[in-house]
């Protein structure tokens, strides 16, 4: 039987850690993280032989969270409401700020934070780690993207370094802002797909929810913010709220499109937690939704052959799949009467 929304549970977890009783969101850090607090310096030999000259590799810390939606183990995002998911969003922000740098043109932002960015059992890390540079916030839903976990949670991992994908958008960000006298790229892209209309799935005042122009993945989608917002800690509640709702819109559309617990990969990119005044001004708070289904709950899209070895191709366009989602909204399918 499922524990219904907002009534209390209890784990044990793999390090010896048991979560408390919990009514909403809950945050920990991750059992099996992928990076470590502590890391020994990589050291490489200096001779000048063809291993120093080709193969390069550095040393990153960090710390990884475990953020769990919601006490029920079969509550999504899908099936909460704007309400519920407001939740999720400010433990979002809360642990955005605690690890967020003194010296960044966002920390007058920075709320005081309830998250306590907390070791395991043992308490606090006995070396104190540096500031990290960035946080990937994200969201593996089911066994097809990977997820072990049946309860319903997202990942949180900060590192030293900044990682491949956010680094590349930043340089076209920063370029961007550079050739067009301080404009904000994704917000002059939100102002053009909002008169074409025929990318849109949803919008609010604050937020658009599209299939992307350049979508690989058949039902791809973008959340962005329509102003230019960095960064979570530049939302106030209404916009967090509106935010909710636009998340609430995808995953709901995404279940109801082939009344399936429809599988994603979800994250967050958003300016670094450390940076230039330059990069943190560049960055444009937005979303991505990689979904791996293609014609039906148990048809998926495959990146292989040609996509692999030269480049993606589309199966279905962006804006047959924006008109498609558009379609999909209303009550969640698994909650309508027979």
């Not at 059992?121 to 839903?141: D, H, L, T, V």
């Not at 990069?279 to 014609?295: D, N, V």
């Amino acid at each position: 039987m499922s524990v219904p929304f907002g009534q209390f549970t209890t784990v044990d977890r793999a390090q010896g850690d048991s979560n408390p009783k919990y009514e909403s969101t809950f945050v920990f850090v991750n059992d099996y993280s992928a990076v470590k607090e502590e890391q020994e310096d990589y050291n490489p030999d200096p001779s000048e032989d063809l291993s120093n000259l080709l193969l390069k590799a550095e040393a990153v810390t960090g710390k990884c969270y475990v953020l769990t939606f919601a006490p029920s183990h079969n509550v999504t995002l899908a099936d909460m409401s704007p309400d519920e998911i407001l939740l999720v969003i400010q433990s979002w922000t809360q642990l955005y700020s605690s690890h967020l740098s003194p010296w960044s043109p966002l920390a007058a932002k920075r709320a005081p934070s309830t998250i306590p960015p907390q070791s395991h059992i043992g308490g606090e890390s006995s070396k104190k780690p540096g500031q990290y540079r960035y946080m990937q916030i994200f969201e593996n839903k089911g066994a097809a993207m990977g997820c072990s976990n049946p309860h319903p949670h997202g990942q949180v991992w900060t590192t030293s370094s900044l990682p491949e994908e956010p680094a590349q958008e930043l340089d076209q960000l920063q370029k961007y802002r550079r050739d067009h006298t301080g404009a904000s790229l994704l917000q002059d892209y939100a102002t053009l797909e909002i008169e074409r209309k025929e990318r849109v799935i949803f919008e609010n005042e604050a937020f658009l929810a599209l299939c992307p122009w350049w979508a690989t993945w058949p039902f791809e989608t973008m959340i962005v913010s329509k102003e230019h917002k960095r960064a979570l800690v530049d939302f106030d509640e209404g916009e967090k709220r509106q935010l909710a709702e636009a998340i609430a819109e995808v995953t709901r559309r995404y279940d109801n499109l082939f009344e399936t617990q429809f599988p994603y990969s979800m994250g967050i990119h958003q300016a670094p937690l450390e940076g230039t005044t330059d990069e943190i001004e560049a960055s444009h708070f937005h979303m991505h939704f990689y979904p791996p289904l293609l014609r039906s709950a148990t048809v998926r899209k495959f990146l292989v052959g040609y996509e692999m070895m030269a480049e993606p191709q589309r199966d279905i366009t962006p804006e047959q799949a924006a008109a498609r989602l558009r379609g999909c909204g209303g009550e969640l399918y698994r909650n309508r009467s027979s």
